[in-house]
């Protein structure tokens, strides 16, 4: 499986944006899809995951109430909609998915995903 991710640009604080995730190959309706992403000299962070199983969300809670996470499985895509951007949510934003099931006390970890997309960057003027 392969992922392209796109929808990163430039925006004011409090402003939205939506970025995509597009997954080509043996995709896998129920496999698990997150977001992550990474700010400039910090490590990768969890955002958010959509459990293709379940349909369950989670959500790190420097997001939690301002950005959503969606999935629609006949275009392959999983979304991420974010509202009320911050100058700290400034990173390059990764899509991610695993080819083995995601245990769900491992969701938030980076090593559980092995599939990455390119990444899009982020850009939240203040």
């Known amino acids: 499986v392969q992922l392209q991710a796109s929808g990163g640009g430039l925006v004011h604080a409090g402003g939205s944006l939506r970025l995509s995730c597009v997954a080509s190959?043996?995709?896998?309706?129920?496999?698990?899809m997150a977001w992550f992403r990474q700010a400039p000299g910090k490590e990768r962070e969890f955002v958010a995951v959509?459990?293709?199983?379940?349909?369950?969300?989670y959500y790190a809670d420097s997001v939690k109430g301002r950005f959503i996470i969606s999935r629609d499985n006949a275009k392959n895509t999983v979304f991420l909609q974010m509202n009320k951007l911050k100058p700290e949510d400034t990173a390059v934003y990764y899509c991610?998915?695993?080819?083995?099931?995601?245990?769900?006390?491992?969701?938030?970890?980076?090593?559980?995903?092995?599939?990455w997309g390119q990444g899009t960057l982020v850009t939240v003027s203040s």
């Open positions: 959509h459990r293709g199983g379940t349909g369950n969300t």
């Open positions: 190959g043996r995709t896998d309706t129920a496999s698990t």
């Open positions: 991610a998915t695993s080819e083995s099931p995601v245990l769900y006390h491992m969701i938030l970890a980076v090593h559980s995903y092995n599939v």
